[in-house]
Each structure stands twice: as structure tokens, then as C-alpha cells.
């Protein structure tokens, strides 16, 4: 439950906020259609939909955040499955969304035949994810940074599978691509120490740089959050199509 606490923070903020709107904005849909939340988590976008009366589902493969969504919304549809397995009828949902689950697949194309599979003709796919190529953090020693950021690429099976978004989509038959980027800009160190630390970790064990490197590092980035100077950029990239 702690991993689901720390996600609740981040789901908070602004940035989080206006993401998730402009997903809904994509999405296009109307009060009493249906639409699918694949990889849910725990279910920030499904309780938002649901008060838009939208008939919202969420799947996620997490139990423990499932729990969490269904005590949030109960009136909403929740399932504990993969996303390459949807318990869904064929043509059955007006809308899919997806966020932050492609850079976790090696292999999207089960997934998005299970999109295709469960969306109604004319139906609006939204798939969101962070391109961890383009993640720009400043630092006293940018080239130790580009380093250790390999070391965050490396804990994602597909670390910049979402610049391949709009190939994927077209390529299963999907239409009327639309590519939006939506600009985090994170000031505060505290909202993603836990990932630089994840990342320093991940460089040392793949020795692209030694643990003094890393300790050092982490301490550069703690005293830039204690003196205001810290400032990470995650461009997020959107891609919405029609089936």
C-alpha cells in the first residue's frame, strides 16, 4: 500500500489533473457511454469518468490496487486481468483509454488487438505514456545525469515504446491518429526522489556508474530540492485515434 500512497500523490498534482482531462477531451465521449480503463491502478480515472456519468471500467492486473479503486467508486466495474485478456465482450465499450501500461509490455501487439477487439466501430482509443528518451533533469553534472537516467530507462521493459504510439495504432487499423504532448514540469524534489533513487540504484547494478557516483548524485539533487534548484521536464505524449 505504500506504492499506491506515493501514486496517489502524484495522481494529485496539477499536472496529473490536467492530463487526465485532456485524455477525456480525446476520448470525446458522452454521458451513458462506455468506457474501459486499462491499467487502472487505483482507479483516479475511472472515479472521474463515473461522475461524469460515463459507465467506466477498470482492469488492472494489481489486486491490491483494484481494492483501493473499488472502495473509491464503488458503482463503477472493476476487474483483476491482463490487458492482452479483457473480460469484455467483443464491441463492446465506446471508449479505451491507457496510460502508463506500453512501456511495461515487450511485446504491445496483444494488447492492442484486445483494443480493437472490445471497441465499437467509430469507438476513440487514447493511449498515454512517458517517453523515457526525452526525460531532461538539471544537474551540476549533466553528463553523470544522462548516465543514470539509462539507469531509469532500464527499469521499464519498453522505455520509449510511447513514440511508437502512432505507428502502433495505425498498423492495427485504427484511423484518424491525433498526437498531443503535454508538458510536466516538476519543481519539487520530493515527487519523484523516489525514482531518482530507483534509477541511481538501477546504474549501479547495471555498473554504469559506481555507488559513490550515485550517492553523490542523489545529494546534488536533495540539496537542489532543499535550495529550490530543482527542475525535471517529462514531456507525455497522447495519441488518440478512431477505430
Not at 460515463?54 to 479503486?69: L, Q
Request: hydrophobic share 45%; proline share 4%; net charge negative.
Amino acid at each position: 500500500m505504500g506504492e499506491l500512497t506515493f501514486l496517489d500523490r502524484i495522481e494529485q498534482t496539477t499536472g496529473a489533473l490536467a492530463l487526465r482531462a485532456e485524455s477525456y477531451r480525446l476520448l470525446g465521449l458522452a454521458a451513458g457511454d462506455t468506457c474501459v480503463d486499462v491499467a487502472c491502478g487505483a482507479g483516479h480515472a475511472v472515479g472521474e469518468l463515473t461522475a461524469a456519468q460515463i459507465k467506466a471500467i477498470g482492469v488492472d492486473t494489481d489486486p491490491a490496487a483494484i481494492a483501493t479503486a473499488r472502495s473509491r467508486t464503488p458503482d463503477a466495474v472493476f476487474h483483476v486481468a491482463p490487458s492482452d485478456q479483457l473480460p469484455l465482450e467483443d464491441e463492446s465499450v465506446d471508449g479505451y483509454r491507457a496510460a502508463r501500461l506500453f512501456h511495461l509490455l515487450a511485446d504491445p501487439q496483444p494488447t492492442m488487438a484486445e483494443a480493437y477487439r472490445v471497441l465499437r466501430p467509430a469507438g476513440r482509443i487514447v493511449l498515454v505514456g512517458q517517453d523515457y528518451g526525452f526525460f531532461m533533469l538539471d544537474s551540476d553534472d549533466q553528463d553523470l545525469t544522462d548516465v543514470v537516467l539509462l539507469g531509469l530507462e532500464s527499469r521499464s521493459v519498453s522505455p520509449r515504446a510511447a513514440r511508437g504510439y502512432r505507428d502502433l495504432l495505425l498498423d492495427n487499423g485504427f484511423h484518424d491518429v491525433e498526437v498531443v504532448v503535454h508538458t510536466e514540469v516538476v519543481t519539487d524534489h520530493r515527487l519523484l526522489a523516489k525514482q531518482l533513487e530507483g534509477a541511481a540504484a538501477a546504474a549501479v547494478e547495471k555498473a554504469l556508474i559506481t555507488r559513490d557516483d550515485a550517492d553523490g548524485w542523489l545529494a546534488e539533487q536533495t540539496d537542489r530540492g532543499r535550495r529550490d534548484r530543482f527542475l525535471a521536464v517529462l514531456p507525455i505524449l497522447l495519441v488518440a485515434a478512431t477505430r
